[in-house]
């Protein structure tokens, strides 16, 4: 019975029709957008829904990053730095070779190197760190290197063609020259006339002070280096010889060994990844990729960004210089030593966020378990009730310590005798930020 009556009351409301049609004809009118057909965006079609824009360059400090719209979780947090002038395509084939991934073990499978495994196909860049062809080098184009934090130019020689990766410097574009002065210093930056016979003898001044002096260059002149093998050296009385007061004979000075002329030299060679001598850098200039020795690689301010400077050419062996690095360690490095001009690029690399933990896996790198998550079996932190770590210096699972214990007394008898000031460490590193 109430089945029916309720029945009745809903056959008494009167209904509402809607049209659901899909024609055109029957639908209703809706509200013209804001950027209708006669408001569309440029770059859009007239009638069609302009596109939101994603990705939005961000300024912060001096620097350029790319972030996007959230669209989804892992672009929130989503940060780049901006390389435009980065080469689009793949690397030069024959500069590469395959890289095996070891997934942190060792010849024996044992994990020595724990996180790491997994990772995107990636080929090792095959980077010239010893610079030693001479001549202009003309650079192809900057390309994106997976194997390490900094970008590399492509550089071809201009007499032989030939192909060969540097690092690259932060200001370094497509079309710049560079080139090398490891293999020695042209003709073209030294003084001497090259119409004149090497074998010509030139008389100089018979006045004893000059013909003593003649041969020295003078310290306080900075235009010109003389090699430490031309160095003309008043040969010592023999015995038996005394003190003639008859004038010296003429003075002869050979003209094969001509002079540097440091300032065509600095004018031209002191350029963002030309590679020089320590001894001919100006003092104060910012260099990278700095050897250890004459003939050996470069091994010093290779990453991203990273740039030292020399504060001083003087020693206590008058054979070094005193170079200041990115820590703030200041250290001796050989004169004849090289090192490229320039700061190295992709200075933003430290400040990017790679917005989730899936871009850290195709890097290679793989999730690390907390020591005090561990069991105590596992790991020294291991165990106990909450979050302790049993109230002790924290250490590896090995037990080795894991944060501020001194590896090496540079001033001690087994020290590193090339370091002047170490790098700042604990509060003194504090301090120097502050």
Known sequence: MASLVRTSRL???PS??????????????????PRSSSQAAPDTPTGEKPRRILSFNTKSGQSNFKTFLPVTPSLRQLRQPISEHLHKGDPLRALTVAKRGTGGRNEHGRITTRGRGGGHKRRIRLVDFSRTEQGEQEVMRIEYDPGRSAHIALIKHKETQALSYILAPSTLRMGDTVQSFRSGIPDSFTTGNSSVDPDEEVPTSSDPLSALISGFTDPASPQSVLEPSASAVPSPLLPGQGLSTAPPPPVVQRTTSAQIDLGVLRSIAIRPGNCLPIRLIPVGTLIHAITLSPSGPAVLARSAGSSARIISAASPSGKHAQIRLGSGEVRYVGLECFAAIGTVSNVDHQHRNLGKAGRMRWLGFMPLTRGVAMNATDHPHGGGRGKSKGNTDPVDPWGNSAKGARTRAPKSKNGNKFVVRERARGTEKNQKGR
Do not use: G, W
């Open 11 to 13: 056959a008494s409301i």
């Open 16 to 33: 509402v029709s809607r049209s659901f049609s899909t024609s055109s004809a029957l639908a209703k009118p809706s509200k013209p957008h």
